[in-house]
């Protein structure tokens, strides 16, 4: 898929011609899966997967893999976290058979095999390799533009595996999630006696709404029929997209008024597991909404509390101190 992002001018949109492949879709033949997808997944696609470990990340692709193989796709596993043996057994044990596998972590061969496949998964982004040498910065970025843009060129859509830190914000630098085009993440529910609910759903999706899908995952591997029932007498729930987005937006307010000068892109950005593109999202909404004020453009770009939000946090400090006399 070439989207041709080269500099045009300005026309208007009754006069483009929207490429068929937007109405293409891979179809991985689980209807829950499909449905996450917006009723597919867009060839040529580019996405990550975070998760913290032992939520499910490679049982996931494997079963999501197989799926696609059944549908009569050619698939193709890339791993430089376990050997074919620990794969294959995995694959065995949630009945993913017919997934093709490979220890591979070179670049540039992974991109080769994508002119013959419909759809691969790097596991992880962080073991890739190339024989130029670069530093870590360089092979990040050689890696990230390599593999979305061939996977643009030969409509073979490519999923990188993403490692997190022990505080759950992602290894290395912004630029993967902010390349890609969509970002998925898998987190345990933690309001059900079920260790082993899920739930699965797009922080980012360029070509389709930011569904979420509840499931469970158990010795077998995922069971998407599954519902996840929750303790009625439990007081914590699941935060919605809704409850996430206010819990985002209060975090940014609160960086702003603990450090009055402002915050820019990069420390707002790590307050949101680094995700560059949410974090603009939402400071841009913050000062839409007459929360925060911006000075600057670009990286350069400070966000500040406006007059407004900063009078009423001190209200609310002072009104609470007043209680607790």
Not at 206 to 218: A, D, H, K, Q, S
Not at 225 to 239: F, G, Q
Request: with cysteine; hydrophobic share 35%; proline share 2%.
């Amino acid at each position: 898929m070439d989207l041709d992002l080269t500099s045009t001018k300005l026309t208007r949109v009754c006069d483009i011609t929207i490429p068929d492949i937007f109405n293409r879709r891979l179809k991985t033949g689980i209807t829950k899966i499909d449905a996450l997808f917006d009723e597919g997944i867009l060839p040529g696609s580019a996405l990550t997967l975070t998760a913290k470990a032992g939520c499910g990340k490679t049982t996931f692709m494997l079963q999501l893999l197989d799926g696609m193989d059944r549908n009569g796709y050619k698939t193709g596993y890339f791993s430089g976290e376990e050997s074919i043996y620990q794969l294959a057994y995995t694959a065995n044990r949630v009945n993913a058979k017919s997934v093709a596998i490979a220890n591979m972590t070179d670049i540039d061969e992974i991109s080769d095999y994508m002119n013959d496949l419909d759809f691969i998964v790097i596991d992880s982004f962080q073991a890739l390799t190339t024989k130029t040498k670069m530093n870590s910065r360089q092979l990040e970025k050689y890696a990230v533009q390599t593999l979305t843009k061939r996977a643009k060129d030969t409509e073979c859509t490519v999923v990188f595996i993403m490692h997190l830190t022990k505080s759950g914000e992602l290894k290395g630098g912004t630029i993967v999630p902010h390349t890609v085009d969509s970002n998925l993440k898998i987190d345990r529910i933690d309001d059900v006696d079920n260790d082993g609910a899920r739930v699965v759903y797009f922080e980012k999706n360029r070509f389709g709404p930011c569904n979420e899908l509840e499931t469970v995952i158990g010795p077998h591997g995922y069971d998407f029929d599954a519902v996840v029932i929750r303790d009625e007498e439990s007081t914590t729930k699941v935060p919605s997209k809704a409850d996430r987005k206010a819990a985002d937006r209060e975090a940014l307010l609160e960086a702003m008024s603990i450090q009055p000068t402002g915050i820019n892109i990069s420390e707002a950005s790590k307050l949101l597991e680094d995700n560059v593109n949410r974090a603009y999202n939402l400071l841009r909404e913050l000062v839409t909404i007459g929360k925060a004020n911006k000075d600057g453009r670009g990286n350069d770009g400070v966000w500040t509390l406006s007059a407004g939000e900063l009078e009423s946090r001190e209200d609310n400090i002072l009104a609470f101190a007043a209680q607790n006399k």
